[in-house]
């Protein structure tokens, strides 16, 4: 059996962007968005079990290929 694995950050990558821009008090550069994907803790999940966390977790977190596009996204959607 050959099932895909999903990264799943453990706190999610989201809260860790987020927090990381509340307490600098304004938008990161982009270095520091990667900075903060390519240090976080994940796990490799089977789809099931990371749409399962998800759902739990009741918010989506950031997709780690696209972090710096989605971060700007969740920027101008709360502005």
Not at 31 to 38: A, G, P, Q, T
Not at 56 to 77: A, S
Request: hydrophobic letters at 35%.
């Amino acid at each position: 059996m050959n099932e895909d694995l999903y990264l799943c950050f453990i706190p999610p990558l989201v809260q860790l962007i987020i927090s990381a821009h509340n307490k600098k008090g304004s938008q990161l550069t982009r270095e520091e968005v990667e900075s903060i994907r390519d240090s976080g803790t994940c796990i490799a999940l089977p789809a099931d079990s990371a749409r399962s966390m998800a759902e739990e977790r009741g918010y989506k977190d950031f997709n780690p290929e696209r972090v710096w596009d989605e971060y700007l996204h969740y920027l101008n959607e709360t502005t």
